[in-house]
């Protein structure tokens, strides 16, 4: 894998403001690039789909339909919560947010999803912007039945022991996010599960991420598969498999004959790849994890948001799919 832009690029990224690195940790705050550009496309409302509706099928859609993106007047949606929990991986304490549902009650219990930032995010990335409309997604589908209530864990992912450290683009500090996995693992996912009312096991255990989120995902997928039901990486960063990129040279986690899951290994019942037909960041890296793991014979879903950039149209759309194919297999 190796796609190279010019260093006129990566100086402009590398003198960017934390604001603008936003849409690293994630996703660009475009509300209807994706929209637009498959207007332009299909022409006809019925080639378009019905967007009033959920068609109960393991099909992927591109757009997550306006009925599950907007708030409803009849639907209380959850709110995030802020946690902190001691990692031993880490040696010190780290928060994560966390989405309730409206009325969740330690009476019962709910499936979980931890959801993965992309670079230069932490665990407010996602819980601060209402744009992903994540509340929305999730309490909609619950609301009309087609999912189980569903808590909501935002970790940071900067698994560092140096509280001194911070991410930029060299491999040495881009390190910390491939620990993640230990820290996930032994820390994070024992924590919630001994302090929140959530079903355990693969079935009701989901991972999703986005941009470097996405990357770790796939990465944590190939090497824990029996621990999670369903995935989504979106728009996913390079790095999994040596290579060089606009922004520096990543030494790799494994080889591409590695991108694969290990022999006898129990499987995702569902590992889903997306990305924009326009992402401005990660390029055709999505495509060639996909192209990777088909070569390999991994069993996987891949596809496109066409118009979508490294935005929170494709962080929508992979959501809104994980969950449908989640309601599918439950029959809803």
């Known amino acids: 894998m190796n796609t190279e832009k010019s260093s006129e690029a990566v100086s402009a990224t590398a003198g960017q403001t934390v604001e603008n ?74 928060g994560c947010s966390i989405l309730l549902p409206a009325d969740y009650s330690k009476e019962r219990k709910y499936p979980v999803l931890y959801l993965l930032h992309g670079i230069f995010g932490d665990e407010y990335s996602f819980s601060n912007d209402d744009s992903n409309r994540i509340k929305e997604i999730v309490g909609n589908m619950a609301a009309d039945g087609l999912i189980e209530e569903t808590i909501v864990v935002c970790p940071d992912m900067y698994a560092t022991s140096d509280p001194e450290q ?110 924009g037909t326009r992402d401005s960041v990660v390029g055709t890296y999505p495509r060639q994890y996909h192209e990777l793991l088909e070569a390999n014979g991994v069993d996987h879903i891949w596809y496109e948001i066409a118009g979508a950039d490294h935005d929170n149209n494709a962080i929508r759309s992979g959501l809104y799919n994980l969950f449908k194919r989640i309601a599918y297999d439950r029959g809803r």
């Open 21 to 94: 690195l936003h849409s690293f940790a994630a996703g660009i705050k475009a509300e209807d690039t994706a929209r637009d550009a498959v207007a332009e496309t299909k022409s006809t409302d019925a080639e378009r789909g019905d967007d009033t509706g959920f068609v109960p099928d393991d099909s992927i859609e591109e757009r997550c339909p306006a009925i599950f993106e907007e708030k409803r007047e009849d639907v209380t949606y959850g709110a995030f919560i802020h946690d902190t929990y001691y990692s031993d991986t880490c040696r010190m304490e780290r």
């Open 166 to 275: 911070k991410p930029a683009f060299d491999p040495e500090s881009v390190l910390p996010y491939d620990n993640f996995i230990n820290d996930l693992v032994n820390d994070l996912m024992p924590h919630i599960e001994e302090n929140y009312a959530v079903l355990t096991g693969r079935d009701h255990t989901y991972l999703a991420g986005f941009s470097m989120g996405g990357r770790e995902t796939i990465y944590i997928t190939l090497r824990k598969p029996e621990l999670f039901g369903y995935v989504c990486a979106i728009s996913a960063a390079p790095g999994i498999v040596p290579t060089k990129d606009s922004f520096m040279t990543h030494e790799g986690q494994i080889s591409e004959q590695e991108m694969r899951f290990a022999d006898g290994a129990t499987e995702p019942n569902a590992f889903i790849i997306c990305c």
